[in-house]
């Protein structure tokens, strides 16, 4: 049977999903003034979102004036067979020296043994180095929160150095929250690299922008709220015939566009359930449907729905 799903995902609140505390404004300042000591910037992102939730804001104050390299991170969430796509539409639209795909959990992955050899050709080819003696090279890190900033910076000392962590690395959004002092991710060539906390938007540019983000992880989930998440994951999982979700979620009568029937069914299926006191002053035993949420949520990001790229609309 045809199922009539949703066309679009109206977020019911008054205005966009927006998450930039004091630490993200004080951030970006010192950046910009950090900018004159560095020979290149690496932005960091979600593969899974290529194109959408990259600070504008960083791409005019901070990318247009050093040379950048865009390393998506997480690349073994995707289909490999989308890497060349996504890189030469970004390449040919922006200024990005280069596109690199990694996976800084895995020691052995291609993209990050390619990032410091890509560094010293981009740099070794700039005015400063040529006119200075001095070749040490600085990069400055940025990027959104949660995208693996921190992880990166680890698997490059590791790598080059045999050091161990230097950064702080968690899965929820906000862990670095200040701009670090230089920290030594390689020896030949000499290579520092500021470490600084991961920097929204002020404004995100619409809705499903800070939807996709907060999918992604980008957000403290709570500030988003858990449901919301959820409904827009079966939303987009539904847009896209991915319907995984029914045998996960316990679902008896096939995919649906109702929240509410997949999450009572997976706290259920799960005996998940919470006590709570009506408006008679009862306590009454209620599936626990923000548990289910929290579920749904942590499977879509360990890859339980398959390779997706949230931005794959563009590419049909």
Not at 114 to 136: F, G, W
Not at 150 to 169: T, Y
Not at 212 to 229: P, S, T
Request: proline share 3%.
């Amino acid at each position: 049977m045809t199922q009539n799903f949703r066309k679009s995902f109206p977020l019911h609140v008054k205005k966009a999903i927006q998450w930039f505390p004091g630490h993200m404004g004080k951030g970006l300042k010192i950046m910009e003034q950090k900018l004159k000591t560095v020979d290149c910037v690496i932005e960091v992102h979600d593969a899974r979102i290529p194109f959408s939730g990259r600070n504008r804001q960083l791409k005019y104050k901070i990318l247009d004036s050093k040379p950048h390299i865009l390393v998506l991170n997480k690349k073994d969430m995707i289909d490999a067979n989308q890497f060349k796509i996504i890189s030469k539409k970004i390449e040919e639209s922006e200024a990005v020296n280069k596109v690199i795909f990694t996976n800084c959990k895995d020691q052995l992955c291609n993209g990050v043994r390619k990032i410091i050899p890509i560094i010293k050709d981009i740099v070794s080819n700039t005015d400063r180095y040529r006119s200075m003696d001095d070749k040490t090279q600085t990069l400055m890190i940025i990027g959104v929160p949660n995208v693996g900033k921190s992880s990166l910076i680890n698997i490059l000392r590791n790598k080059h150095l045999k050091e161990k962590k230097a950064a702080k690395v968690g899965a929820v959004a906000g862990i670095t929250r200040s701009v670090m002092s230089k920290i030594k991710i390689c020896d030949e060539p000499l290579i520092y690299m500021i470490d600084t906390p991961g920097i929204l938007e002020p404004q995100i540019e619409d809705d499903e922008t800070g939807l996709k983000l907060a999918l992604c992880g980008c957000f403290q989930d709570h500030l988003v709220g858990y449901e919301i998440i959820a409904d827009y994951l079966l939303y987009w999982l539904n847009k896209h015939e991915n319907f995984a979700y029914v045998d996960l979620m316990h679902l008896k009568n096939g995919p649906t566009d109702k929240i509410e029937e997949v999450l009572i069914s997976g706290a259920v299926s799960m005996q998940k359930f919470k006590k709570i006191r009506n408006y008679e002053g009862r306590h009454i035993i209620l599936p626990d449907t923000q548990y289910a949420a929290q579920y749904f949520i942590k499977n879509f990001r360990i890859g339980k729905f398959g390779k997706v790229n949230l931005d794959s609309i563009q590419f049909s």
